[in-house]
């Protein structure tokens, strides 16, 4: 399966380890390489609904500079929104309390933008799930900020920890999304690259 990539190395210019979990169940061979700071900024006048794929394409962009020409790079950028408020990675505990109470008793989206870019081309596209919190008390939101530190994830949560075992109550679409990639688009992509 996916002989046609054999032509590739291919490179997941990400440092999350989720990402990187992801990607191998796709039973593919490929390499994490990542460039220092890439900056992570989009204009204040794009549709919140874009701003993940733009971030994605900022970040082949830098890549593209120094790809080799039998490298495919996989960039990737994952948003939470909530009443078209972009929840990124929280600053503190402070800010993953605010953004898990927003979250609390709603639902909100979490979109993750995606480039495949090798020397000639380049896919771009962005997944969408909505996803359901229960009402979340604010022991079960201390509990978890204080035992799982969720600094390094939008929206301060990741679906696969405690919070999401007690916390989601409803998932419309893909679940691998929220984890930060959209591995069955990905695969439906490569079948055709």
């Not at 359901?132 to 390094?152: A, G, T």
């Not at 409803?170 to 990639?181: I, Q």
């Amino acid at each position: 399966m996916l002989d046609n990539l054999k032509k590739y190395h291919i490179i997941l210019a990400s440092n999350s380890p989720r990402r990187r979990e992801l990607l191998s169940m796709l039973d593919i061979d490929f390499e994490v390489k990542v460039l220092p700071d890439i900056e992570e900024n989009y204009p204040s006048t794009l549709p919140v609904s874009e701003i993940a794929q733009y971030i994605a394409a900022e970040k082949a962009a830098a890549y593209r500079k120094v790809m080799a020409d039998d490298e495919l790079i996989i960039t990737a950028d994952t948003v939470v929104i909530v009443d078209d408020e972009v929840m990124g990675k929280p600053v503190d505990a402070d800010d993953a309390r605010r953004m898990l109470r927003k979250l609390s008793g709603r639902t909100h989206q979490v979109t993750t933008g995606v480039c495949l870019t090798t020397t000639d081309r380049q896919r771009q596209f962005s997944v969408t799930t909505n996803v359901v919190f229960k009402q979340l008390s604010d022991e079960e939101i201390n509990f978890y900020i204080d035992h799982y530190r969720p600094f390094d994830k939008a929206g301060a949560y990741g679906i696969q920890e405690w919070i999401g075992c007690v916390g989601v109550t409803g998932l419309n679409g893909s679940f691998f999304n929220v984890m930060g990639l959209p591995v069955q688009r990905i695969y439906a992509e490569f079948v055709d690259i």
